[in-house]
């Protein structure tokens, strides 16, 4: 299985502001994702990001509002950009399990709030 | 709307009951999938079940899949304080994209 951590663990933002996230994985990965989940409900898909190729985004998010980055295998930054009162979420990254699983192994996630 | 629905939404009992978790989706699928969220954290696998399985265990989870009626339920036996977290179902279509959609979740509170 693999292990991610994502930084910051939580953050509290004005309004207007951007936030970058950033996601380690300790194993090299092709597939990586990013996923929102507003208070108190499920995770949406905001896009997926291989490496060496541009992120691909799910109908509702734009790579203006997060634009994603994905340096290498092993790491990847999502961007909250010009926040809102309503970007207030927790935001996941998540890895394919490996060839022959479908699995995902979820990061520990990032809070934030924007005031 | 993609996303799945499960019920109840909310779910209180006591340890040592078994609870049950149920989830709705909308398109054909490979496989459905069970995640644990503890208090608003990363999501842990609990177990997947293919399109072409009826029932599968693991431990103290059981999990049924009705095609026909594009439904699952999951099942905790015997359930622990521990066990208290959210669950969601998620669905992998059969498009050949490793896309995940996520069910509505269940809030699971098991008392001591």
């Known amino acids: 299985s693999a292990v991610i951590s994502q930084k910051p663990s939580r953050d509290i933002c004005q309004r207007g502001t951007s936030l970058t996230i950033q996601c380690q994985v300790d194993?090299?990965?092709?597939?990586m994702f990013w996923y929102r989940q507003q208070p108190g409900q499920s995770l949406t898909l905001i896009a997926t990001?291989?490496?060496?190729?541009?992120?691909?985004?799910e109908s509702g998010f734009v790579i203006d509002k997060f634009p994603i980055s994905r340096p290498n295998l092993t790491f990847s930054t999502l961007t909250v950009s010009n926040m809102s009162p309503e970007d207030s979420s927790i935001y996941l990254c998540s890895v394919a399990g490996g060839e022959g699983t479908d699995t995902q192994y979820f990061g520990p996630g990032t809070r934030l709030t924007v005031l | 709307s993609q996303q799945g629905e499960e019920d109840p939404q909310a779910l209180s009992i006591q340890e040592g009951e078994n609870a049950t978790m149920n989830c709705s989706y909308k398109?054909?699928?490979?496989?459905l999938q069970w995640y644990r969220q503890n208090s608003g954290r990363g999501l842990v696998h609990l177990i997947l079940i293919r399109s072409n399985e009826r029932e599968k265990h693991s431990g103290r989870l059981r999990v049924t899949l009705d095609t026909s009626k594009k439904s699952s339920s999951l099942l905790i036996t015997a359930s622990r304080a521990a066990d208290t977290a959210s669950y969601f179902c998620a669905t992998l279509a059969n498009t050949g994209f490793q896309k995940l959609v996520f069910g509505t979740g269940t809030r699971l509170l098991v008392s001591p």
């Open positions: 398109t054909s699928i490979n496989n």
């Open positions: 194993s090299q990965v092709t597939m």
């Open positions: 990001a291989n490496q060496g190729s541009e992120a691909t985004y």
